[in-house]
């Protein structure tokens, strides 16, 4: 054999010897339905970087959560600026329409206040 091939990093992983005891010491299914997972060494060496993980998690669902109830007042803060604008603008034409000369001396008619319209134009102070 050439010197690349006795060398470990060459060596087939795979292949054990016949004296080392051949179970996994992994993670099985039944750990995390039991709640096992969480006394393994592997897992409890991860603690920090897990719990820094649900934390963003849940954050992650406060903010979205947040936002959505952002967009619903949105929308209905939208709603009822165009339910105003149209109201506005339908008592400013109401408006308009009354203060006309002719709709002023109409009503002064029907209210029978006993006006009477000036024949005199309004002079300008200087």
Known sequence: MTEMQQTPEFDDIGAQPKGVNSEKKGIKVRDFL??????HQMVAGQMSFIVFIVILAVVYIANTYHYNNL????????????????????????????????EVFRLVEEKGLGLVESRVPPKRLK
């Open 71 to 102: 967009l619903r007042t949105e929308q209905k803060l939208r709603k009822e600026v165009k339910n105003l604008r149209a109201e506005s603008i339908t008592t400013a034409a109401e408006y308009m329409s009354i203060s006309r000369q002719s």
């Open 34 to 39: 039991t709640g096992r997972i969480l006394t």
